[in-house]
């Protein structure tokens, strides 16, 4: 599934079967491979991590999946992340992640190196219920500025992820598949701007 665009990586903040989050991941993938971008798909279940415990971190310092996960971040033009929602927030999964990542501070040249910084990002979030977890969207956003992200304003919030997807996993709703549409669109365009 490779374009000529820019190299977008993409990934979703659960690990569940079935997960709606990774049924809006795999919806901005097809979108973002027919408007040209080269797409990476990743699942965080190839990077188990541990809870974030600075023991950890002080003992044996970051764990490698965390490492990986940094260099595959560096090696992408962009980011889009399909975030749930849990308690009106980001998921334990995804902050673990994002947590552990954020502590990888050299380059494979041990040169000063964060995944995050000016990373151009795009961020999704899905929901059984009808407030399509914008909660955790807007929580999300605020993390990932904090790392130095560059996180788009256009975002795409899935409500009813039960009902959303037909059987081929595109969105039932026109309105969704504008929505995402736009947020490829714009995280093409910012991320081909920015491209190394
Ligand atoms: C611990 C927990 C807390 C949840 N809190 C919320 C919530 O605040 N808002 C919401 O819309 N859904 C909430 N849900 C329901 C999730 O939207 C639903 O389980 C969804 O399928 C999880 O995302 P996934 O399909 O990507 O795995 C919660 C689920 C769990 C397990």
Known sequence: M??????????AG???AGA???KTADAAVRELA???AAVTRISLADYP???????LERESGVPEPAVRLAHMI???????????EYNASVPPLLKN??????RVNQDRQGQPFRAFKGKVMALCSSSNGNYAGIRAINHLRAI????????????????RGQDAFDDEGNFRDDALRKSMANVCRALIERAGLTRA
């Open 49 to 55: 991590l541990p809870l974030m415990n600075q023991d």
């Open 2 to 11: 490779n374009g000529a665009g820019p190299r977008i990586l993409v990934f």
């Open 144 to 159: 990932l500025v904090h790392c130095g992200a560059e996180v788009i304003s256009p975002q795409c919030s899935v409500p």
């Open 97 to 102: 992640t994002i947590d552990w990542v954020s």
């Open 74 to 84: 560096a090696a992408h033009d962009g980011l889009l992340i399909a975030t749930p």
């Open 20 to 22: 709606f989050s990774g």
């Open 14 to 16: 659960s690990i569940r």
């Open 34 to 36: 027919l408007q040209g």
